[in-house]
């Protein structure tokens, strides 16, 4: 999927642990991103959602979910890979898309915690497009 025209992969985490400032968990030692994943921002860090949920807890509208994923260039034409940390919050993002209609969604349900145990696997840190580890 990494190398594909045809899909992406989305990170669903915090800023902070998207650039690389922190991994999100505590027995998650590296930090960074797979590399040209797409940012689809799910809040303040690995324990929230807020950006994909309301006040309450409910899912937020669909058009707020999408505006935010095409803002990021998240499409539906591609088929997505969402991931996050540990699993939970990728996943979340994947039964919006699937409850959205988007036709081409899944989980990298190993999400950061599987990929950067893996020391032959590249990561980046720092803005989009800056460095790669």
């Not at 988007?102 to 460095?131: L, R």
Request: proline share 5%.
């Amino acid at each position: 999927m990494i190398v594909s025209p045809d899909a992406e992969l989305v990170c669903v985490r915090s800023w902070p642990e998207y650039i690389g400032e922190v991994s999100g968990y505590n027995f998650i030692e590296k930090k960074g991103r797979i590399p040209g994943a797409l940012f689809a921002d799910c809040g303040t860090d690995a324990y929230h959602m807020e950006n994909y949920r309301n006040v309450d807890h409910t899912t937020k509208e669909f058009y707020e979910i999408e505006d935010n994923w095409l803002k990021s260039g998240i499409t539906p034409d591609k088929h997505l890979a969402f991931y996050c940390g540990t699993g939970w919050r990728g996943s979340e993002a994947w039964f919006n898309a699937w409850l959205m209609g988007w036709p081409k969604v899944s989980v990298y349900d190993g999400g950061w915690f599987e990929w950067s145990n893996d020391q032959d696997n590249a990561f980046e840190t720092g803005f989009p497009g800056s460095s790669i580890s």
